[in-house]
């Protein structure tokens, strides 16, 4: 039997990572996970000057991926409510510049960047589109790094996919953990019925998805990773062991709005704290 296609996943060791790398490995890949280079950018780069930071750090990991195939990206630093830093930048904007053009150089066929469902902040619905609007500096980190990702892929011989991972739950995540604490909680509570979409997906079916985007002959150039049915009070089921509270919709909506206010005067302070709560609340549809 003939050994399957070539492998490389960066940050493979990762929660997210390491998703990939079982999916790939139980469909017959050769799989290596290597660690990503550590990197670092200015907080106020734009995608054209990512471009020239790239080059240094190029060669190196192209020796890296040499006789890859496959090359994901699923690296990069997973801090939602971060700020902003030279460190952050590199992490999540850097370094997929640093890794298309390795991944060319190395003569990879395809490379699929795992970015993530927050480059369309707060929007009523999420899809694959070009529209973006990132809210923090987390957001905006990823969506520079589409940005740079896009100025690049018409000059690539390698077929370059952006994967847009929405929240990926799952044992061992921190976020997973918090989630599970509030779910058990008197605080656990949904707006109205509870039957709003949630975008939460499992590492099972994240692995699954990038191994379709890796795999299918004509791929999207961005991908919004599919949803798997869950809803505001499921999901606090699922993880509380019993049904969340029901608050009326009107005054919940006003919280959350007060909550907002509250960042701005704050210079955007608790934010993200605000939009977790609001997405508990209402959920997030997706196409």
């Known amino acids: 039997m003939s050994p399957g296609p070539r492998w490389v996943v960066l940050g493979g060791s990762g929660f997210v990572g390491s998703a ?7 469909a017959g890949a050769q799989v290596t996970a290597l660690p990503a280079p550590r990197l670092q950018a200015p907080v106020d780069a734009d995608a054209a000057a990512l471009l020239r930071l790239a080059d240094p750090w190029v060669p ?26 030279p460190e952050l930048s590199g992490a999540d904007a850097l370094l997929p510049v640093v890794v298309v ?12 960047h795992l970015s993530s469902a927050a ?25 520079l790094g589409e940005q740079a990702v896009a100025l690049l ?60 985007l890796a795999t299918e002959a004509d791929p999207p150039p961005v991908s919004l990773q599919p949803g798997e049915g869950w809803t505001t009070a499921s999901l606090l089921r699922e993880l509380g062991g019993r049904e969340p509270l029901h608050l009326p919709v009107r005054p919940a909506r006003a919280l959350v709005r007060a909550g907002y206010a509250a960042s701005r005067l704050l210079g955007g302070r608790g934010r993200a704290a605000v939009r977790r709560v609001e997405l508990v609340w209402f959920g997030q549809r997706q196409r």
């Open 20 to 26: 990939v790398v079982r999916a790939a490995t139980a």
């Open 60 to 85: 190196a990991l192209a020796e890296q991926l040499a006789g890859a195939e496959v090359v994901v990206n699923a690296a990069g630093l997973a801090r939602p409510g971060a700020e902003a830093s």
């Open 101 to 112: 053009l390795a991944a060319d150089a190395a003569g990879a066929d395809r490379v699929v």
């Open 119 to 143: 480059v369309q902040g707060d929007r009523a619905v999420l899809d694959a589109s070009d529209d973006l609007d990132p809210r923090t500096p987390y957001a905006r980190a990823k969506a």
């Open 153 to 212: 892929r018409p000059d690539t011989r390698c077929r370059v996919v952006v994967a847009r991972a929405t929240s990926v739950q799952g044992e061992g995540r921190a976020t997973t953990a918090s989630l599970r604490r509030l779910a058990r909680s008197p605080l656990a509570s949904v707006a109205g019925r509870g039957d709003d979409p949630v975008p939460v997906t499992s590492p099972e079916g994240l692995g699954a998805w990038v191994w379709g």
